[in-house]
């Protein structure tokens, strides 16, 4: 079992908490931090700690129909004891980590993603996230290149936030961040 501080913040879920690990489900993690930031409550009242040190997890299956996932606090780990998982600052489990290792259970049960390495949840769209917590199939993904200039792409994250819609970004690119 893994320690658990479920919220390092102010108790409730912050973007700012959490760190990606090494599964690269990047786009797990940006709906993630999208959600807190746009909706910490509602993101609390999803996960329900147990008294005996496990998580239930309110989601929706690929049908619609609202499912409780549990897991206990083992999680991925390398061989220094180091989470492999999401984990905030100095590598404790938190909220983050309970709703990643959640996807890779659900994943394992729906097979709604073929990713390689840790939990198989690599390829994971941040476009069918959302509706795996929310319910809300009501998402969409632009694709690369789609937008013309930087105002287009400005013009469309605003509508969409407008409209109570979570954003998510991603480059597509490395970036050599030494060089900054």
């Not at 700012?16 to 930031?37: E, K, T």
């Not at 489990?93 to 939990?119: H, Q």
Request: charged share 15%.
């Amino acid at each position: 079992m893994f320690p658990v501080h479920l919220y390092p913040s102010d108790e409730l879920p912050r973007p700012g908490d959490g760190n990606q690990g090494s599964i690269g489900d990047c786009c797990l993690i940006a709906v993630l931090n999208s959600l807190a930031d746009r909706y910490p409550s509602f993101v609390k009242s999803i996960i329900a700690p147990q008294i005996d040190g496990s998580f239930d997890v309110q989601l929706f299956n690929p049908k619609g129909q609202r499912i409780l996932v549990s897991i206990d606090s083992n999680f991925l780990v390398n061989e220094n004891g180091h989470l492999m998982q999401a984990h905030g600052e100095h590598n404790p489990a938190m909220w983050m980590s309970v709703l990643e290792k959640v996807i890779i259970k659900y994943n394992y049960v729906y097979k709604i993603c073929s990713g390689s390495g840790p939990g198989n949840v690599g390829d994971i769209g941040s476009e069918s996230v959302a509706a795996i917590f929310t319910e809300n199939g009501d998402s969409f993904a632009f694709s690369p290149g789609v937008f013309s200039s930087p105002q287009e792409l400005v013009q469309a994250q605003e509508e969409a936030l407008e409209r109570g819609k979570l954003v998510v970004g991603g480059f597509g690119i490395f970036m050599d961040t030494d060089n900054f």
